[in-house]
């Protein structure tokens, strides 16, 4: 990711990413695929069934990488809403904007694939685990700042607040992970331990590792397309996306 | 003292001006004119480092004001569009938090003193949602009696005034230019100050998507 | 620095006390929710000791809610936060004065009420004094926290209920310390961690707090 950023930083003009993300977007599409179709095919058909667990527990193989990508991408796009404050950028604001929806979408896949995994594991669909009840305030941090961006106007504004948003609850992620985390340790009653996993079979491993790197790829292709969508909408006044627009018709 | 340069103003999708420059030493007043929506009330809040410009640079005493921050901010007095008067404070009240709240050593003396210059004599503990809108004005205004500062940013000043208090407020800021300060003002009554350089800048309407605007000097 | 300061605790006081209407609903709003309780469970003793922490802990945080809207609210309307942010001084120190009025008005009655509520809800003399205390220490953060959702919100459509979406999942950690410390008395665990973490949430929310939110009020003046 690291040389792609200064990339980024090279081409922060709309004007010059437009085309650019354009090039980039198949390729993270194909790579997503392929990856997807491995660790799957891993998953699903050359993966051990597990002792303990039967069959259900291949729902891992989505379950795992969407809360890795929940997370991962409210970093990026505190990342980016940071940088967009920082150095006041036009595009960051756009990438943060752009991310957003798919964080909140992997967060809810996380929760609604834990409760399908949750049903047969341990008899309930949801349980008031540390992590489910950490990702569930994940969702509701992504709802608030697609909310407030989707409430103001003025789109440079939206960008400021929502970066302000962003990096407040980043903030406060760590802090509520682990006031959850204590507070599910003071009520054994409903707590069910995630962490004691039996090994993992190094088959699986492989799959869950493509997998995460399929909806990787996946997050940036869609997140690149959406941040090109803003572009236009955004800047539809200027001569660029006339003159893209005008050759295009 | 104060200069501007290449300033552009974009308002959602409108650009309102574009390569808006002008300067301004001790003495002398910008009579800031132009039609509604022309930008006014925007380049006021820029010069106060209230809205950013979209390109372009203010510059205080040389330096630019988004560095100076806090030391721009204390020679800076601006009264904008709204009173900043609370309703539920008497307007001496009003004057003197104001006063407190921007730093400024104002006893209650000097205060009732301001109030009865604005002719609010009588109606110092009065709250304010008890008074006129003209009276209300008033009181905002009488802030610019005691004000030493040296930069005056003044949107509308004139607005629900009767001709004594216009009258007043214009000996204030002929005063406030005769001790070397600077006034930015608009308004749409043309009003003249009594002493002072007065340059004035129109903000021209968008038409063929490029503002124009003039300075002249008289 | 601490002239500011008072001089903006004293004006956002004056004011609040011309304007008790707003104060005094916000206070029955917590004492109706908290009465409401025990309606909807049942008058067993039991089960209410155990649930009323929660409960004067989310009744705390919904009351904050009713609040907040005005914290920046009025000063936005009549120019008033113009003049605030061109003030010769940093910003966040006035939105520090301002969040300490707001906890004050806002906070200091639910904590003042909390034993009489804590009675209706059977609550033993040490847990009666922990919720008071642990209410007492998290308000103040929940004045902090809440006061960067005022501050984004400002002036935006829907600003009310879009605050509470911003702001009510930052309040966990302060709900499950709070309520904790309660909890933890009467179980015989004993408040002081839960109090202390309660402590340094309410230090950062009070002290950290008003910075963004000065940001976040420079950008609604734009």
């Known amino acids: 990711m690291s040389n792609r950023v200064i990339n980024w930083f090279r081409y922060a003009s709309p004007q010059t990413f437009y085309p650019l993300a354009g090039k980039l977007i198949p390729w993270f599409w194909a790579l997503a695929a392929i990856f997807g179709v491995a660790g799957l095919s891993i998953g699903f058909l050359l993966a051990p069934t597990d002792a303990q667990q039967g069959e259900g527990y291949r729902i891992i193989f989505l379950h795992v990488p969407a809360s890795w990508m929940s997370m991962f991408i409210y970093l990026v796009m505190a990342f980016w809403a940071g940088t967009g404050l920082a150095f006041n950028t036009r595009l960051s604001g756009m990438m943060a904007s752009a991310l957003a929806p798919t964080g909140a979408l992997f967060a809810f896949l996380s929760l609604w694939t834990g409760a399908l995994w949750g049903k047969p594991m341990w008899g309930a669909w949801w349980v008031w685990d540390a992590r489910l009840t950490s990702e569930l305030i994940l969702l509701f941090l992504y709802i608030g700042f697609i909310a407030l961006q989707a409430a103001i106007d003025d789109p440079r504004r939206a960008d400021k607040a929502g970066a302000i948003l962003a990096l407040v609850g980043v903030v406060n992620i760590p802090i509520i992970y682990f006031s959850v985390k204590w507070w599910n340790t003071l009520h054994q009653g409903a707590s069910v331990s995630l962490t004691k996993a039996p090994s993992m079979a190094a088959m699986m491993l492989w799959g869950m590792l493509l997998c995460a790197l399929a909806c990787w790829m996946y997050s940036i292709a869609v997140a690149l397309m959406r941040v090109r969508t803003i572009m236009l909408e955004r800047e539809r006044h200027t001569d660029w996306v006339r003159a893209l627009l005008g050759e295009r018709e | ?218 | 620095m601490l002239v500011l300061i008072r001089a903006v605790i004293g004006r956002d006081l004056r004011l609040a006390m011309r304007r008790q209407a707003d104060i005094v609903a916000a206070t029955f709003f917590f004492i109706i929710v908290v009465s409401l309780f025990p309606l909807g469970v049942g008058p067993d003793a039991d089960q209410l000791r155990k649930l009323a922490p929660g409960v004067l802990w989310v009744a705390a945080l919904l009351a904050t809610m009713l609040s907040l809207p005005r914290l920046f609210a009025d000063d936005h309307r009549d120019g008033t936060l113009e003049q605030l942010a061109l003030a010769p001084q940093p910003l966040g120190l006035i939105v520090f004065g301002k969040v300490i009025a707001h906890w004050l008005v806002a906070g200091l009655p639910l904590v003042l009420l909390a034993p009489v509520l804590g009675i209706q809800f059977d609550l033993a003399n040490d847990a009666l004094a922990v919720l008071t205390l642990s209410l007492l220490i998290g308000t103040p953060a929940l004045s902090g926290i809440g006061a960067i959702g005022a501050a984004l919100t400002l002036g935006v459509r829907g600003g009310g209920v879009l605050l509470s979406l911003l702001v009510l999942p930052l309040y966990v950690p302060v709900l499950i310390f709070g309520a904790g410390a309660v909890d933890a008395t009467v179980s015989g665990l004993g408040p002081q961690a839960h109090l202390s973490l309660l402590g340094a949430l309410a230090l950062g929310g009070v002290f950290f707090a008003p910075w963004p939110t000065a940001a976040a009020l420079r950008i609604a003046l734009e």
């Open chain 2, 1 to 218: 003292m104060l200069e501007a340069s290449k300033l552009e103003c974009v308002r959602g999708e409108r650009r309102l001006f574009a390569g808006v420059s002008f300067r301004l030493d001790g003495g002398e007043m910008l009579y800031l004119q132009g039609r509604n929506g022309s930008g006014k009330t925007s380049l006021l809040r820029m010069l106060c480092g209230m809205t950013p410009a979209a390109s372009g640079e203010i510059r205080w005493r040389g330096k630019p004001i988004r560095k100076l921050g806090e030391e721009f901010r204390s020679e800076l007095c601006y009264l904008g569009h709204q009173n900043a008067i609370k309703e539920e404070l008497t307007p001496l009240e009003n004057l003197l938090s104001a006063a407190r709240l921007a730093q400024e050593a104002l006893d209650e003396d000097s205060a009732l003193d301001a109030l009865e210059q604005v002719g609010l004599h009588g109606r110092e503990d009065l709250a304010c949602r008890y008074l006129s809108q003209g009276q209300k004005r008033r009181a905002a205004l009488a802030r610019l009696v005691h004000e030493k500062r040296a930069l005056w940013v003044l949107d509308e000043p004139y607005v629900a005034l009767d001709t004594a208090a216009v009258d007043l407020v214009a000996r204030l800021i002929g005063a406030h230019l005769q001790r070397g300060g600077l006034t930015v003002l608009t308004t749409h009554q043309s009003v003249a100050v009594p002493a002072g350089a007065v340059r004035e800048l129109w903000l021209g309407t968008e038409e063929a998507g490029d503002a124009r605007h003039a300075l002249t000097e008289c």
